[in-house]
Every structure is written in C-alpha cells, then in structure tokens.
C-alpha cells in the first residue's frame, strides 16, 4: 500500500526496498506496471530475477550464491550427511534445491529436510526439534530470517541442542543480522557456523565507519552488511540522479557495482557479543585463511581455516552423527542360509523365539563395534537365502532402499555391488575357486607300469626301436656274418639287436663305421628314456598323486559337463558372463552335503563335474571331504568379505578403522579362528599341489628322437649312395634291354642274395675280405692274391 501512495501520490521515480522477497515481489510487479525502477538491497530469494524482472536491480547477492561454499565447509569437515531447517516462506524455501544440488556433486546426503512456520507456536517447533534429535545425523544446516531464527535458536538451547556433538551451520540471512538481536541471541549460539559477504576493507570504508559512528548513529556499534548495501544504494542512486539532465522529468536509476569485492566470508560465535573470523571461501581459490591469499589451486582442506570453537566449548571436530535419541537401533539384516555356519548361523530360541546369530562373521562385527567410543544399538534380522528366499544382491537391494540399516554376514564385495551400498574395509580374504572331484589312486592300477610314459610316446619309441635294428642290419648285411641267415633268422635278429640296446644286451659285433655311428647316438637316447621311466614310475609307487578328473574349465566346456554354485551368490554371474558357460549347464546347491552328493554323482548321473564357489565356503566342504575333492584351475579374485550400508553412511569409515584394529589384533584373531575353524587344520598335511598330467609326453624327448632319425637318415643315404656307384654299372651292362625297375629289383637281389657275398669262417681274415670288397668297388676284373692262402678261405 505504501508503494502504491508513493507511486500515484508522491509520483516518485525510484524505489529503495522493499526488504523482504515477499514484500519485493509484490512491489517489482508495481513497478514494472508504472515503469518505476524498484531497488533491493535486502531481497535476497533466487526466483526474483533481475533479468525477468528490467525495472528491478539486485544491490544484494542473491542467496544461491553461498550454496557453494556452505557445501565448502562441510566437505572440508568431511561429513557426509546433513539435515535442512528451513523457513516455510519464499525466502527460506527458495535456497533449498540449489543447496540439495551442491551437496548431491560431492556425494553429501541430505538425510531430512524440516520446514519451520513463521505461524508455529513454541510447542509445535519444540515437536519438530525433537524429531530432529532423534535422528542420527548432527550436521544441521539453517536457513531462516533473523527474527525467526533467533526464536529457534533459544529453544534449540533450551532443549541441549547448542551442545557438543551437534554442528549448526547458518546461511547469512542470518548470520549478517546476529548484532541487531543483542546478546541474548548470542547467547544461544555458542559454537554455530555461519557464513557471510564480505567487503574488501579500504580507506574510504574506514572513513565511513567513524562518520556513520560519531555522527549518524552514535547508538550503534557497527553497521551490518546490509546497513553498507543500502548507503551504496542511495549513493548509486544519486548519482544516477546527477547525471540526468534536469529537462528530464523522468529519472532512469542505474545501479552502479560497488568497488568492493563481495565474498561469503565464514563466522563463528566465539562467546557471547563476540564473533570470529575462522576464513574465506571463493570459487577461485576455495578455502583460504586470508582474504587476498593467491593459491596455485583450488582447496578444500578443513587445514586452510583456523581452528574453530565448536558447540559444546569444544576445538574437537565434531563426528557429524551420533546414535539417535529415542531408543531407535539399527536394523541389521544377516543372510540365514543352510550350510557354511562357520561363517554365519542363525538360530531361533525354543521357548523366547528371539534370534541367536552367531560365527566368525557375526564376531568380527561385535569385536569392531565393541571398540568404537560410542554405542550402537541394534537388532539383527535374518534374511532368508535361498529357493524359498532371496539373494545376497536382494539383500543389498534393501540396504541401498534403507529397508535394512545395514547387511552383516559372508559378503563379497564387489565393483558392481558398491554402485549402490558402500562397504567396509575387507574382514576376510576371498575368492572363487573350483573343486572337481580326485581320481582313485593309481598305485592299485595292475598296469600302472605303463603310466609314466604317455601313449604316443610309447608307440613313437617303439617305431624308433624297430627303426634303428633296421638301419643296422641294413649296414651289416653284407660283410658280418652276425646278420645273415633265413629270412626268419634275420627278422628275429633286427628285432632282438634294436631291443636288446635297451638293456645294453646286445651281443652282436659291429662291424660298419656307419652303424657304430647310428648306435652312439641311438644308446644316447635309450639311456635317457630309460632314466626317465625309471625315475617317473619310482614317483608314482612312492608318492601319492592327487589327480583331478577335470583339469580346467576348457575341458568341462569341451565335454558339456554340469556345474555347480553356492544358492544365492554372485557366483552365478561370474560363470555366466565372464566364463561364457551356458546357463542351462549351472545348478545350485545349498549345504557341503549337497555339494559332495552332486560331485559324486558325475555329470553324465544326474550331478555336475565341477564346484564353483567363493574361497571361505570351499575351505569349509574340502575340511570336510578333503580326501574326495581338490582345487584345480585358476582362481577369481575379489575384495574379500565386508559388511554394507547405504551410500554415505557415516558408519562405514569408523567400523573399517575398527575392523583393522581387530584384524591387528592376532591373539584375538586366533582365538576366534580356532573358535569355528579349528576343523580345517585336519585336512592341512594331505593337501597336494594340483597336477595337470603325471606321464611324460613326447614333446619333451622331441629333440631326441629328431636327432637319431637324422643320424641313421644320413648313414642309409651315406651307404646306399655308395652301394649303387660300385654295382649300377654291372647291372646295367648284364640288364641293359631290361626296364629301371627291373634293374631296381636286381639290385635289391644283389644285395640281399647271400651266396653271391660268401663271408669267411673265421675272423683272422676279416680285413682280407674288407680288402677284396674295397678293390671291388674300384671295378677291377682280376685280383692277384699274393700269400698262403687257404682253398677254404677261397
């Protein structure tokens, strides 16, 4: 109504206020209307908008502007929840959404929001101050005008709320205004947070200061920010005014910047009537100690601020959270699950019907919470898993909805999984492993003899066996009497000479250069194929070999083989998309019974050949069947067992502190793990390294067998080449009308024909006779021999 007189009345042509948002929105429509410019230095709501709105200008900085550097703050401290206290008018609800969404970039939840009436009456605000104590968050943010906040403030104190523990952050609608409500209102804000503008101090400011003290309002102590914004409004305003020719019946105000620079600057109420400066915040340089510090980045240390007095009287930086007032416990649920109760087991009291949960899992927790400086109360809930139950994502499912609290049992923590729950540190190590099933013992195998040597090794040292006597009798035919005979005899004699070199039983003389050549390198051979069998089979009768009937996850895929999981657990997944097996092929089993029945069965008798599950759980069936089954195959790491809670969880960084320290703890540790697994140490002397094959194949006498087939090669082509030279031309000149093969065929009889190489019978006149085949080789016709020789030697 006042705008309105002054407007139609007064016709004045410039407006200064009005100073609440409520107020300006009214009034900047008014003068929109009659083209009256309408000057703020005291509306501070973000919906009014400059921009919008041509005939309004802002001197003030709207409050959107400190929503940065409010999250500033308590990203510094490192909470990660808050609540909002706001006041339910335009002003108090405007700033809320751009607060939301700064605290939502850096990962800071807001837990609640409560909206205060300017109307409400001192019972319906205590009402809603104890809904808020009951909470478990105790970083509170505020954003009200300074009559109503004051209001809180005194019954906040009233009810132990202003005290140690709790963190009040106030926006500077408030904290700007805390001198003008006197020194009771100090009184109640012992310790609270606040941020405001800041002017850049400068001579004329100081000049101003002791003019507005001395003679403009001598009452007063000192001018607050918007005492300053409305001087340099009136100043932009005159200005204007001077600068308009005076045949202008109109005046176009201008608003003119400031020379000073604004900033939100952090406060506190160090006692009562008294403030201190802890620090500053810009977007440029984040939190700084000094106002004109130049940083080479951006900071969001707690360290760049001085230590501030926090409610309470206390320098201690305070949680952020603490555990709610009222009796609320947390509700904690655990997987219930046959099977594996070493690590989780849920039982129910006969007679009181309450739950008894117990194993390493449950004590690990107990043990952490047992040394935090702060109780938790708490109610544990199972949490079925299984067919007629869910699964440990579905449970996690629940804690990310806040159905649950928090999830405590045998969990895996994965990458996936922390998308949408945060984890503690690991209180177990983990992974996935598979266990097959372990072939009879091979030394009740009547032909474990042939077991050293691998098949095609067999068959490939026996094709070198007959080879080799081959190649020798080939070289001796002709000039040692040791290989003629029937062709019965001669046959008898390759086999018997090449087996006999096995033993070094042969009793043959050699006479042929070429075939001493041959059976150097082939006794070579011999002596280390023999060694090997030796030392191979004494391994097998001696030592107990662990064999697997699968070797790895090839070979179930390759022969179509059914596979097993643990009920419930990720395991599934990770058979599925990252081993690529077919989902058809997979089966669950709940219990260590169940597991071993499936693998006893095979997969071709209605079980699986393969058990897939994580580390802790296979330990637990192979302390029980460790004689039946092993580990083959590579293992699937993971980040170990932790326990979950919602994303931000305060909990989360004080449990994991707590959980190291009774990891560290190795009597503790210890007695616990002889508690529920003192079992597993039974099964530790008959573990054995798994073994992929216990024969020896033939890769490895590869190079062996290469070189003896190269030797003997290279000694046939040596004598047959020699062979042909000294009797082609004989053949050729008796058989010249015949063909080549016919001539071939003769050769073959001149060499196999016996009576035509007549050989002595004694060996006093071997060398003779290697003479007189020499000089036949030269293709002499006569031979003149020359000493006493014998009609027999003849």
Excluded at 291 to 320: F, H, Q, V
Excluded at 590 to 601: I, R, V
Aim: net charge neutral; proline share 4%.
């Amino acid at each position: 109504i006042a705008a309105l007189e002054l407007i139609d009345k007064e016709e004045v042509d410039a407006i200064i206020g009005p100073q609440t948002s409520k107020q300006a929105r009214f009034v900047i429509d008014v003068g929109r209307k009659a083209q009256v410019p309408v000057i703020s230095y005291s509306a501070t709501s973000p919906s009014l908008s400059t921009t919008q709105n041509p005939f309004f200008v802002r001197v003030a900085l709207d409050d959107s502007t400190q929503a940065k550097a409010i999250t500033a703050i308590v990203q510094a401290y490192e909470w990660h929840e808050v609540i909002l206290i706001y006041e339910d008018t335009e002003y108090g609800s405007d700033l809320i959404p751009y607060l939301a969404y700064e605290f939502q970039q850096v990962d800071i939840r807001v837990s609640s929001r409560f909206s205060f009436s300017p109307n409400d009456s001192k019972l319906r605000i205590l009402k809603k101050l104890n809904k808020v104590m009951a909470m478990q968050t105790r970083v509170i943010v505020v954003h009200m005008s300074s009559s109503f906040g004051s209001k809180l403030f005194f019954l906040a104190k009233d009810v132990a709320m202003i005290s140690e523990g709790y963190v009040w952050i106030i926006t500077d609608g408030l904290s700007s205004l805390l001198d003008p409500m006197g020194v009771k209102a100090f009184g109640s804000m012992q310790g609270v947070l606040g941020i405001r503008p800041y002017i850049q101090q400068s001579k004329g400011l100081e000049i101003f200061k002791r003019k507005w003290q001395s003679r403009i309002h001598s009452s007063s102590k000192k001018l607050n920010i918007f005492g300053y914004w409305a001087y340099d409004t009136i100043w932009a305003l005159a200005k204007a005014v001077e600068m308009i020719p005076q045949e202008s019946s109109s005046v176009n105000g201008e608003n003119h910047h400031r020379n000073t620079s604004q900033f939100p600057v952090i406060k506190v109420s160090k006692r009562d009537n008294e403030e201190k400066v802890i620090g500053y915040w810009t977007l440029e340089n984040g939190l700084t100690r000094k106002p004109d510090k130049a940083k080479n980045g951006k900071s969001m240390s707690k360290y760049e601020l001085k230590p501030p007095i926090w409610p309470g009287n206390t320098k201690d930086k305070p949680r952020g959270w603490t555990t709610p007032i009222g009796g609320k416990k947390l509700i904690i649920a655990v997987p219930h699950k046959p099977g594996f109760e070493a690590y989780l087991k849920v039982a129910q009291d006969p007679y009181t019907k309450e739950f008894i949960i117990t194993g390493f899992s449950h004590d690990v927790f107990e043990e952490a919470l047992a040394l935090l400086s702060f109780p938790v109360p708490r109610k544990l809930i199972p949490f079925p898993i299984g067919p007629n139950g869910g699964t440990y994502d579905e449970l996690l499912s629940n804690v990310k909805n806040q159905t649950y609290d928090a999830a405590v049992g045998d969990i895996t923590i994965l990458a996936n999984r922390s998308q949408y729950v945060d984890f503690t540190l690991p209180c177990l190590q983990s992974d996935v492993s598979m266990v097959v099933k372990i072939k009879d013992d091979e030394r009740n195998n009547m032909w474990i003899f042939l077991k050293p040597l691998s098949w095609d090794l067999w068959l490939t040292t026996g094709v070198a066996f007959v080879c080799t006597g081959l190649v020798v009798w080939i070289l001796e035919h002709r000039i040692n009497n040791e290989f003629r005979g029937s062709a019965h005899q001669q046959v008898g004699t390759v086999f018997w000479f090449s087996f006999s070199i096995l033993v070094f039983a042969h009793r043959e003389k050699i006479i042929n250069n070429l075939s001493k050549f041959v059976l150097i390198i082939w006794i070579f051979v011999v002596l280390i194929l023999t060694q090997s069998y030796t030392a191979s089979l004494a391994s097998m009768l001696t030592v107990q070999r662990l064999e697997p009937t699968i070797i790895d996850i090839d070979e179930l895929k390759m022969n179509g083989d059914f596979v097993g999981y643990e009920t419930g657990s990720f395991v599934k997944d990770l058979l599925v998309k990252q081993l690529d097996f077919d989902e058809s092929k997979l089966r669950d089993y709940g219990t260590a019974e169940e597991f071993d029945k499936a693998l006893s069965k095979g997969s071709q008798n209605g079980g699986v050949g393969a058990i897939f599950g994580a580390r802790h759980c296979v330990n637990l069936f192979l302390a029980k069947y460790c004689d039946k089954y092993m580990i083959v195959g590579p293992t699937y790491n993971t980040d170990g067992l932790g326990f979950a809670f919602p994303r931000g969880s305060p909990l989360v960084p004080v449990i994991s502190r707590a959980i190291l320290s009774v990891i560290e703890n190795k009597s503790k540790m210890d007695a616990m793990e002889h508690k529920y697994f003192s079992h597993l140490k039974a099964c530790q002397p008959n573990k054995q390294t798994t073994i992929s094959s216990s024969s020896l194949g033939l890769y490895s006498f590869g190079g062996l067998f290469i070189i003896t087939a190269v030797a003997s090669v290279s000694s046939l082509i040596i004598y047959l080449t020699k062979f042909l030279q000294s009797h082609w031309t004989t053949i050729h000149t008796v058989h010249h009308d015949s063909s080549f093969w016919s001539k071939i065929s003769e050769l073959v009889k001149h060499f196999y024909d016996q009576s035509l190489y007549p050989l002595p019978a004694t060996n006093s006149t071997l060398q003779s006779v290697e003479a007189l085949h020499d000089v036949e080789n030269e293709g002499v016709d006569t031979v003149v021999i020359v000493g006493n020789v014998s009609s027999s030697t003849l």
